[in-house]
């Protein structure tokens, strides 16, 4: 026997052992992030679906129904809820069927977390940050709601993973990559432009030969258009043009960058707020006489809306879109239910109203103080790159168009954990100049945050809080359906 192999076999017990306590960990978190979520859901189960939710739902019953799809966005999400429905034998009504799938899901996301730290750093990483996500407020709340980012999410930690694992020359890993990405493209279709750049990252990241590292790239992208194509063949067939997946891409474009030209020279970011609800409302019905009366035309207008103010906000455009949606990208959001309302009883409102303040603000500052920590840490030169090209592909999508709900940034936010994992725990000599140049930048940024935590803090001590305000619109997203309430009559009834 030889001197290393036998030193392989007396290592042997001490790795079971690693691996073991390893798993006692992981089955631990998973068992805390079942019961809070299930708390919640539980809790919750009576709080009606609103906004996006709507036409996630409205999808699924026409997939359940065997009817065409009729939905602007992609269809995955609403084919999970459908078949969360036949498994459970549900008839489209209940909501207690799709609300136990978000958890399976969340659940996924949290070891897909923990296989990406593990890979990145090292178990005691992937264990930490997948401690952070089991009690995370915004995760562990967010099966509650019936929206595409639970499985999106899933299939953004799954294509960063297997793509980590394709690294070498691995082509199956690529190909794989690529079909999950290709599913979360048919959940959120702006995941589609993510696809190159990511091929292209990893042809240049691979160390193996030329044509392997070339042949990974080319097994990533068509990976994806395997699972996506065929829909994009449906959507020409159907609507006699081609669509990629979807076309519910002009609102977000048009809610970002619309500037009325009374205030065109004056424009410093985002027209936020009632008046580019009110302008997009008038060009609604600018469209109809202009002949526009389906969705797919509308949409078509407002995105040619969206790029003339873009091109009219020539060349200061980019520097207004950072100062506006910079800070929005990066400050704490809330997203939680209505902790008070009638769905619930005081006793637990209270409970997880303290719980909320208790937990939610030191955890936000905690990570807020460890991320550019733990992003001096990461060599940017290797495997860190992969997630991180994420995260910097998801700000400048959301800087292009608009900011958008917290829900927006939860795909990226996991790998921000996996920074403030890496600075506790990691061996990595950390670079202080880096460091400290980007907790400035982080504080900067989250000062402007101040009033929105004072207030919350007001509200989560006096129990009047309601929703947070994006999820306050009570009516079918503009364009899905019905028009917003008190808006006139409804484009049904045309």
Known sequence: MSEATADARAEEPANRQVCGGETKWLVLILVVAALLRGLVVGSFDRLEPFGDQLAYLEGARELQAGESYTGSRGPAYSAAIALAWFVSGGDGSSLTAPR?????????????????GRKLFGPRVGLAAAAVLAIHPNYVTFPVYLLSENLYNVTVAGGVLLALHSLGARTACALAAGCVLGLGTLTREMLAWFVPCLAVLLAILDRSEPKRALRGAVALVLGAALVVLPWTARNASVHDRFILVGFGDGIPLFEGNYVAPAYMKKAQGRWKGQPVKQAKWILFHEFKERGAKTKLDRNALYREE????????????????????????????????????????????????????????????????????????????????????????????????????????????????????????????????????????????????????????????????????????EFVPFGEGDEPSGAGQSEKQE
Do not use: C
């Open 100 to 116: 136990v799938l978000n958890v399976l899901l969340s659940l996924a996301l949290l070891v897909l977390v923990w296989a990406n």
């Open 306 to 473: 969206a790029w003339k103010a873009i091109r009219e906000r020539q060349p200061t455009w980019i520097f207004e879109k950072l100062a506006s949606n910079g800070s929005d990208l990066v400050q704490p959001r809330l997203q939680t239910p209505v902790l008070w309302g009638g769905e619930t009883s005081e006793a637990l409102s209270g409970f997880l109203r303290v719980g909320m303040l208790g937990l939610f603000l030191p955890l936000h500052a905690l990570l807020f103080l460890l991320v550019p920590i733990g992003l001096a840490r990461w060599r940017f030169s290797g495997l860190a790159l992969v997630p991180l090209s994420y995260v910097a592909f998801s700000f400048a999508a959301h800087v292009v168009a608009n900011a958008g709900p917290m829900r927006f940034q939860m795909p990226h936010e996991w790998i921000l954990i996996l920074a403030a994992a890496s600075a506790v725990l990691s061996a990595v000599p950390m670079k202080k100049w880096v460091s400290g140049g980007l907790f400035v930048i982080v504080v900067a940024a989250h000062a402007g945050a101040t009033d929105a935590w004072r207030e919350l803090g007001a509200a989560l001590f006096s129990g009047d809080a309601t929703a947070h305000e994006e999820w306050q619109e």
